[in-house]
């Protein structure tokens, strides 16, 4: 099957294949919408099973953020990247600048900030071959690390979630099972248990679980028991695609809330969950805080007091969608899908197509 027909290929802008024979560098970077805005989104750097997995992640999570970034009402639009190779062992200073050239060569069309397996300090040796980065520091009007961001906008969506779904007010005494405790879900292990939510941890790394049973009086289990543990609160913090027809059957939890992108395997994932009673909380629509910040920097006045109002202001957005749900009788991603595209389609209407049939695509 070719990518124009491959069921995540869902009318992408443009797909830019970047090889480096000195440093070693494959990458992909997937441009899916511009229509509001340049493409902005991080750059994940995996060792992947099949190429066609890594072609999958970079239409996947690309297209999860122009629903992000509308949503957030941003003017930007979805773009992200990924790196094929181990972090751990095939990153070098020459494999980022190469990537950097190979973003620089878009010309603006594409911004990079981090993603899993990049932090700051990557993204600022490409900084050093490219102007379109975000996220590079905190000095300097700069937005620094995005995760504790992203967390923040995580935890006042479960707040919203707890309060639509449980009634109660207050996050104390929940149990939350949180999948991955790396950049995002070790903040987030933070702020839950500053409000006193008791913590189940999972991570494919041990050190990592283990830095949350000291720091926060988690518990951790194997990653692999994880969705078996009663919980009020699944709060996926790892990979995307963990809520598959398995996890959909097994996972004992109220409320769906984290900061994985694209936690749905598929749609019908989210509609499954609605029928057995759990609230799934859409994922772009509650974990666009490091996406916030990330924007504010761009803009040029980063502001973090301004960053962290537009952060607050997930929890109307998100009640505003669960009403909508409600009142339908359908899962919340539904109506959160349907006003991106209701978005996208008056900004497409808005603007001068050469062509008047394809003035509304
Ligand atoms: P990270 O790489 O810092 O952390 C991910 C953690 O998940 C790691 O500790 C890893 O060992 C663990 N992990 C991987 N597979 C696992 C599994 N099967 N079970 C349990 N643990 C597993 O990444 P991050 O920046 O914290 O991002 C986490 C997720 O949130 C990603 O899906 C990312 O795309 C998304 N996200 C991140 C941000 C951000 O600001 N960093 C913003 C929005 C969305």
Same mark, same amino acid.
């Given at each position: 099957?070719?990518?124009?027909?491959?069921?995540?290929?869902?009318?992408?802008?443009?797909?830019?294949?970047?090889?480096?024979?000195?440093?070693?560098?494959?990458?992909?970077?997937?441009?899916?919408?511009?229509?509001?805005?340049?493409?902005?989104?991080?750059?994940?750097?995996?060792?992947?099973?099949?190429?066609?997995?890594?072609?999958?992640?970079?239409?996947?999570?690309?297209?999860?953020?122009?629903?992000?970034?509308?949503?957030?009402?941003?003017?930007?639009?979805?773009?992200?990247?990924?790196?094929?190779?181990?972090?751990?062992?095939?990153?070098?200073?020459?494999?980022?600048?190469?990537?950097?050239?190979?973003?620089?060569?878009?010309?603006?069309?594409?911004?990079?900030?981090?993603?899993?397996?990049?932090?700051?300090?990557?993204?600022?040796?490409?900084?050093?071959?490219?102007?379109?980065?975000?996220?590079?520091?905190?000095?300097?009007?700069?937005?620094?690390?995005?995760?504790?961001?992203?967390?923040?906008?995580?935890?006042?969506?479960?707040?919203?979630?707890?309060?639509?779904?449980?009634?109660?007010?207050?996050?104390?005494?929940?149990?939350?099972?949180?999948?991955?405790?790396?950049?995002?879900?070790?903040?987030?292990?933070?702020?839950?248990?500053?409000?006193?939510?008791?913590?189940?941890?999972?991570?494919?790394?041990?050190?990592?679980?283990?830095?949350?049973?000291?720091?926060?009086? @988690?518990? #951790?289990?194997?990653? $692999?028991? +994880?969705? %078996?543990?009663?919980?009020?609160?699944? =709060? !996926?913090? *790892?990979?995307? &695609?963990?809520?598959?027809?398995?996890?959909?059957?097994?996972?004992?939890?109220?409320?769906?809330?984290?900061?994985?992108?694209?936690?749905?395997?598929?749609?019908?994932?989210?509609?499954?969950?609605?029928?057995?009673?759990?609230?799934?909380?859409?994922?772009?629509?509650?974990?666009?805080?490091?996406?916030?910040?990330?924007?504010?920097?761009?803009?040029?006045?980063?502001?973090?007091?301004?960053?962290?109002?537009?952060?607050?202001?997930?929890?109307?957005?998100?009640?505003?969608?669960?009403?909508?749900?409600?009142?339908?009788?359908?899962?919340?991603?539904?109506? @959160?899908? #349907?006003?991106?595209? $209701?978005? +996208?389609? %008056?900004?497409?209407?808005?603007?001068? =197509? !050469?062509? *008047?049939?394809? &003035?509304?695509?």
């Amino acid at each position: 099957m070719s990518l124009f027909d491959s069921e995540d290929f869902a009318e992408h802008e443009q797909v830019v294949f970047c090889r480096d024979g000195c440093s070693g560098l494959s990458a992909i970077i997937a441009i899916h919408d511009t229509t509001l805005g340049p493409a902005v989104g991080g750059c994940r750097m995996r060792r992947y099973a099949f190429e066609d997995d890594a072609i999958r992640d970079a239409l996947r999570l690309s297209r999860a953020m122009t629903y992000k970034n509308a949503m957030a009402e941003l003017p930007l639009g979805g773009g992200k990247s990924v790196i094929l190779g181990d972090p751990s062992s095939d990153k070098s200073e020459a494999l980022l600048r190469a990537f950097g050239r190979c973003v620089d060569a878009l010309g603006g069309r594409y911004v990079v900030a981090e993603d899993m397996g990049i932090g700051v300090r990557d993204i600022e040796i490409v900084a050093r071959e490219t102007r379109h980065v975000a996220g590079v520091s905190n000095r300097g009007g700069a937005g620094g690390d995005p995760s504790p961001f992203t967390a923040q906008g995580v935890l006042i969506g479960m707040r919203v979630a707890v309060e639509h779904r449980l009634g109660r007010s207050a996050l104390d005494g929940l149990r939350v099972a949180v999948q991955g405790v790396g950049a995002v879900g070790a903040h987030l292990c933070r702020l839950l248990h500053e409000e006193n939510a008791e913590l189940i941890v999972a991570d494919r790394n041990p050190a990592a679980a283990a830095a949350a049973v000291a720091a926060f009086g @988690a518990r #951790a289990v194997h990653p $692999e028991d +994880l969705l %078996a543990e009663e919980m009020d609160v699944f =709060a !996926p913090c *790892a990979l995307g &695609g963990v809520l598959d027809d398995a996890a959909t059957c097994a996972l004992r939890a109220s409320i769906v809330a984290g900061a994985a992108n694209n936690q749905l395997a598929q749609p019908k994932h989210g509609d499954r969950l609605a029928e057995r009673g759990v609230l799934f909380v859409p994922d772009y629509v509650i974990n666009a805080g490091g996406m916030l910040n990330v924007a504010a920097e761009l803009a040029g006045d980063y502001e973090p007091d301004a960053v962290m109002e537009s952060i607050a202001a997930i929890a109307e957005r998100l009640r505003g969608i669960l009403r909508e749900a409600d009142a339908k009788g359908v899962a919340p991603f539904r109506i @959160a899908d #349907a006003r991106v595209r $209701e978005k +996208l389609d %008056a900004a497409r209407l808005g603007r001068s =197509a !050469p062509d *008047a049939e394809c &003035g509304t695509r």
